[in-house]
């Protein structure tokens, strides 16, 4: 394989398998270091894969191994509320910030969800990969992967409902009285 065609793979899936990684060890440095070793590995062993079009899911599944791989020698991973605030992070439109506040509600409660079902809802629905897909890459059976979906969304709609009873007992309401228009 060509250095372009290493290129265009590393163009076309480095984001996707930067937040995936960034989801498993909720820490910047060692999602990218995370990343990096995942393209480290397709360049040594990367042309052993003989259809090309199932690249995506060798990376995303050489990348959660090798989270494991790590995590079984000790890696140390930090919760998402320690990491520094992004200082290169462009400010969002005021236009986005409704959806950019609610996108991140549910990415700050994404990380509350038990790990098991936290890797499957994250490959599902942030990176679009197929329940087969997802099989493939977690080594378990499409059913389970549909049964971890379903248990994390749960467990995902729980915490979001805890929060925002949480958000709803801090709303001063109102007065009862009817406002006037003036004319």
Do not use: H
Not at 19 to 27: G, K, Q
Not at 80 to 104: F, N
Not at 125 to 140: D, K, N, P, T
Request: hydrophobic share 40%; glycine share 4%; with cysteine.
């Amino acid at each position: 394989m060509g250095s372009d065609t290493f290129t265009l793979l590393v163009d076309a899936n480095y984001a996707s398998l930067y937040r995936f990684a960034l989801s498993l060890t909720r820490n910047q440095a060692d999602a990218c270091d995370l990343a990096q070793q995942t393209f480290f590995i397709w360049a040594t062993k990367g042309q052993t894969l003989r259809d090309l079009s199932k690249a995506k899911s060798w990376l995303f599944t050489t990348l959660y191994r090798e989270f494991l791989r790590g995590r079984r020698r000790g890696a140390r991973a930090t919760a998402l509320e320690d990491l520094p605030p992004a200082e290169a992070d462009p400010p969002a439109p005021e236009v986005d910030l409704i959806s950019a506040m609610d996108a991140e509600v549910v990415m700050s409660a994404l990380q509350e969800v038990d790990e098991v079902f936290r890797v499957p809802l994250t490959l599902f629905y942030l990176e679009e990969l197929s329940y087969q897909e997802i099989a493939g890459a977690l080594g378990i059976p499409a059913g389970t992967v549909m049964s971890r979906l379903s248990r994390g969304k749960v467990q995902l709609r729980a915490i979001l409902d805890r929060r925002g009873k949480s958000a709803r007992d801090n709303i001063v309401p109102f007065s009862s009285q009817k406002l006037r228009r003036t004319p």
